[in-house]
T-cell receptor
Framework: DAGVTQSPTHLIKTRGQQVTLRCSPKSGHDTVSWYQQALGQGPQFIFQYYEEEERQRGNFPDRFSGHQFPNYSSELNVNALLLGDSALYLC??????????FGPGTRLTVT | QKEVEQNSGPLSVPEGAIASLNCTYSDRGSQSFFWYRQYSGKSPELIMFIYSNGDKEDGRFTAQLNKASQYVSLLIRDSQPSDSATYLCAALSNDYKLSFGAGTTVTVRA
């Protein structure tokens, strides 16, 4: 049973560029959440997708957007990258709203 | 005020001892609480969750919840070197937001 998968593993981008990160949820899970984790901090909630709709959003600017596909996989898009966007981006999936299981993450470096 | 606060670390315990981790939350509407373990360079791994007042035990781990005091704790009994990691406390609000604390780093000395 495959767990949550994310791609790519690492990514280096330049300020002002755009990036797309991808996530496939654990089998049987229909809800995907995205988090940003800066070094030495806990994960910060970006948004959650359920039934292809953004159900809830954290305190992140509109530069952060997402999408969920009919097969429940999801994308996180970040436009106009800033140096401060450098972080580990985590995707978590769940069925229902209780336990969330995290993928391995994508390490984004903005130079 | 942060939504979830954890006792500042790092916490160093000898092998075989009990490690005690504490967490408080500000949103009284939070219903479920989670403890994750995160090894350096890895993603968080769910240890256990609790939603009723009292204790919940799973192997060497015991979670405790006191909603009146808005307090959650995690006890790790018979600590092993493999327990050395950062432990994250998280609270799930009624509007589906999962808020994390900054984490407490635990080192188990052999």
């Amino acid at each position: 049973d495959a767990g949550v998968t994310q791609s790519p593993t690492h990514l280096i981008k330049t300020r002002g560029q755009q990036v797309t990160l991808r996530c496939s949820p654990k089998s049987g899970h229909d809800t995907v959440s995205w988090y940003q984790q800066a070094l030495g901090q806990g994960p910060q909630f970006i948004f959650q997708y359920y039934e292809e709709e953004e159900r809830q959003r954290g305190n992140f600017p509109d530069r952060f957007s997402g999408h969920q596909f009919p097969n429940y996989s999801s994308e996180l898009n970040v436009n106009a990258l800033l140096l401060g966007d450098s972080a580990l981006y985590l995707c978590a999936s769940t069925y229902g709203v209780v336990e969330q299981y995290f993928g391995p993450g994508t390490r984004l470096t903005v130079t | 005020q942060k939504e979830v606060e954890q006792n500042s670390g790092p916490l160093s315990v000898p092998e075989g001892a009990i490690a005690s981790l504490n967490c408080t939350y500000s949103d009284r509407g939070s219903q479920s609480f989670f403890w994750y373990r995160q090894y350096s360079g890895k993603s968080p791994e769910l240890i256990m969750f609790i939603y009723s007042n009292g204790d919940k035990e799973d192997g060497r781990f015991t979670a405790q919840l006191n909603k009146a005091s808005q307090y959650v704790s995690l006890l790790i009994r018979d600590s092993q070197p493999s327990d050395s990691a950062t432990y994250l406390c998280a609270a799930l609000s009624n509007d589906y937001k999962l808020s994390f604390g900054a984490g407490t780093t635990v080192t188990v000395r052999a």
